[in-house]
């Protein structure tokens, strides 16, 4: 066959009215799925790590220094994540919220007050990877499963350049999902103090005798000052202040739905038309040629 | 190229946005391809095996290729679409300069423009998900297939050449939207000019290099400097002259090679979360003790990721064994090291791998920045490949 540009060309002008057809039908679908989808509106706020009590030692390395500087706060996101996505969180919140009922109350059967199973393609797929193991996998509500619902709901991205975390969420439920990520944040804040609060109780004891055994003025009043910033941190424990982190930028809320959004969906549905059909005509026509 | 304003990345946790987005860049792909076959630049194997490589982009962006493995593959992509929409670079973080972090080394510092520039000038139909921009990373790796295959002769190392295409690791890498595909192009292709002693393009390259990867360039320069400043590719004495010529100007500005080599290696560390709370860290105190631990160094990069039983080691350990029994096999076959030019390969790529093995502490990233060298040591080996079949098939014409 005689490689020739002009026959592609009369190839494709020929082809022109299905490529148009195509097109117009997969906007059409396109259409049809972005009046079905669920509006979701962002529901954001902006915190920083508390950074007064854990100053990073940077040594006298002059590079480590220099590399480090604002990158100090990196390990406290690293903390941060693990600790707003713990199962422990996840507990506080049902024991304290009742998060777990408040999410799945559509599965909550009352005459037996037990969570019923779940039956959608994920957990059948799990069902049927755990059968391999020998497990028998049970879709029910339960800690583990808040945990990673709000794992997939709420998004925690660190800036670089800023310092600051966003904490971000797509829903169609904004003032639900606002007070769940308020609660989220009061309970990831107390599980920082939970954690922190034998040691520091410990170094307010150790504290204390080294005051009494003590006799240099010196010696008394350098231990004190330790002792008033270990004190200020058990203040904060125990109230209801932040402790590990600020709030930069309180709530906030998408005035109207951004997601979907129209022309986007509605776009990339014409070019999947546009480009799956021009590339299935050229397809069938190189494929008539004859090979090498 | 498309791309949703409202919405950072896409991922496949939004299948239908996922799914059509990469499969309208799949067909624009496809409709590629079936151009060059069309035109005679593909055959037919060619053909089904790149088609069966742009379709992997999508499989494994499903399956492997998880957000949080490659978190700077966003970054490539908001530059390109401040490129799209400004026509600029309004980005805080996608801007250039020519001085950059470091005055010592990091001087041209267009690591986020130039490739933002280079995955602009195709215009792929979506760049609206975590992955979009593997497809131009696909194309550009395409184009230096043909590239290398229009300067091999024989069939059985075009075929080679398209296996290598499809090793695990640059199957990886070329399904993410990184700037390493751009990398292994850039320094692949400035191996060709230079071995062909092309000064002008050469020099354009390296810069092109210096610009996207100083650490590349670095290494690259001693190719460079090499061919055109030592004219190694002489003979023997010409490449031994330069090499203590290097000695020499290595033991000279050992305080700045060592800063250089420390502050990346610090750089990694703090990067990977290693870093001690203390900020003692060990560092490399003269050039002798670089040299003597740089054997050591290389067999650990060539061997990497090691054995073991995690995904990584049970992929790209064979893997890394494949390569070095090829490389064996390729060598005694051409009798490699009976040219100065191919010593003179074989000393970069023990640099690349070196240099790399020091300063870079995570495997995976190790991985990544290892097979630019990796390839670019792969592709001088098959040219030499395919000089001696052609010369055995000659004679016995």
Known sequence: ?292 | MLYDIFADLYYFDTPVVFLLSELSNLAFCSILLCILYYFRKLNFREFIFWNLGFLSIILLGITVVAPEMFPDSGSYLRCVRDLTDNFAFDELNCQGSVEGDSKLFNFLNFKKTLPAIFFFLIPIPSIATSISLAFINKIYLLALYIFIRSKLSDDRTKFYLLVLMFLPTLLLYSSTGLRDILVMVVVATLLFTTIERKFVISTIFLLLLAAIKPQNAAVMMVLYAGIFLFRSHKSFLHLVIFLMSCLIIGVSFQVEILYVVNYFRIGFLNENGLLPLSGVVFEYQSFTALIIDSPLAFLKGIFSPGFGFSALNIIFFPESIFLIILFIWGARYTDYFSESTNCLVFIVFYLGIVLNSIVVPNDATFLRYRFAFVYFLLFHLLLMVDKKRTRIKNNDL
């Open chain 1, 1 to 292: 066959m005689k490689i020739d540009h002009k026959l592609l060309i009369a190839y494709l002008s020929k082809s022109l009215r299905f490529i148009l057809i195509s097109t117009l039908l997969t906007t059409l679908i396109g259409f049809v799925y972005v009046i079905n989808e669920t509006p979701r509106h962002e529901v954001s706020i902006i915190i920083a790590p508390n950074m007064d009590d854990d100053k990073v030692g940077l040594g006298a390395n002059g590079i480590v220094a220099s590399l480090v500087g604002a990158g100090a706060q990196k390990p406290f996101i690293f903390e941060f994540e693990r600790t707003i996505f713990s199962l422990d969180v996840a507990k506080r919140l049902d024991e304290n919220e009742n998060l777990l009922f408040k999410i799945f109350k559509d599965f909550y059967d009352e005459e037996t007050k037990s969570y019923a199973q779940i039956n959608n393609l994920d957990s059948r797929l799990k069902k049927i990877k755990f059968w391999f193991y020998g497990i028998d996998y049970k879709s029910i509500p339960n800690h583990f499963m808040l945990r990673d619902y709000i794992q997939g709901s709420v998004n925690v991205a660190f800036n670089d350049f800023s310092g600051l975390i966003d904490i971000s969420s797509l829903t169609s439920n904004p003032y639900e999902t606002q007070e769940m990520i308020k609660i989220l944040l009061r309970e990831t804040d107390n599980s920082f103090k939970e954690i922190d609060k034998t040691n520091t109780e410990a170094k307010i004891d150790y504290l204390y005798k080294e005051i009494s055994r003590n006799k240099e003025v010196n010696q008394i009043a350098a231990i004190s000052s330790i002792l008033q910033t270990e004190l200020l941190k058990k203040s904060m424990m125990g109230s209801s202040a932040n402790y590990k982190f600020r709030t930069v930028r309180g709530f906030e809320m998408s005035e109207y739905p951004i997601y979907p959004n129209f022309t986007f969906i509605l776009m990339l549905f014409t070019f999947f038309g546009f480009f799956g059909s021009l590339a299935y005509k050229i397809f069938r026509f190189v494929l008539n040629i004859p090979k090498d």
